[in-house]
């Protein structure tokens, strides 16, 4: 557990709480915290779950991965845009995903531009629920800046989860003329 909680708490101060502005220049850790929930980048509802606990509830269902990760991530559906958000109050795209994935310890990049460098590169024929979709949107059409999770595959179309500016967090199609263009690629990091 202390090995989990210094990996959090090395990636957290390694990785950049914002989502699309540059990121600062070489942070280091010169001391290590005993309590993760005393870092000033960790959100204050932070709830640490014993080992213990997480693999009783893994037992009670036949639900993958991929199917937690993404019930938890629906719970954020109409949640409003907070540029660097990471809550129920506000919540930006790579909050949304990093929230997600973290929730059940797996620790992603806080920026949808690094998260893009994680997991395997796969085609849309084959993506499946809980992979990754990255695009690059607006006049940043040069760099990936926005990340959306599959909550579902139907008629051919993939729906996703995000976080967009305009209405906070929703679930999009592919399909949808905008994404279809501005999307990039898809990943799988399960």
Not at 129 to 138: E, Q
Request: glycine share 6%; proline share 2%.
């Amino acid at each position: 557990m202390k090995k989990n909680l210094i990996l959090i708490l090395c990636i957290i101060c390694f990785s950049n709480c914002k989502s699309s502005k540059r990121a600062k220049k070489n942070n280091t850790v010169t001391a290590q915290h005993t309590n993760i929930k005393d870092h000033p980048n960790v959100p204050a509802d932070y709830e640490i779950i014993p080992r213990e606990e997480k693999s009783s509830r893994k037992k009670e269902s036949s639900k993958s991965q991929a199917d937690y990760i993404i019930d938890y991530a629906l719970e954020f559906e109409g949640t409003r845009y907070k540029w660097g958000g990471t809550t129920k109050s506000g919540m930006d795209c790579s909050g949304l995903v990093f929230e997600s994935f973290r929730n059940h310890d797996i620790l992603l990049p806080r920026i949808s531009r690094d998260m893009a460098k994680k997991g395997t590169k796969i085609s849309l024929k084959k993506v499946n629920t809980g992979d990754l979709l990255f695009f690059k949107t607006g006049g940043r059409r040069n760099s990936i800046n926005h990340v959306g999770l599959i909550t579902a595959i139907r008629n051919n179309d993939i729906e996703f989860i995000h976080a967009t500016s305009s209405k906070g967090v929703i679930v999009s199609h592919l399909n949808e003329k905008y994404w279809l263009n501005a999307f990039e690629e898809a990943r799988r990091v399960l």
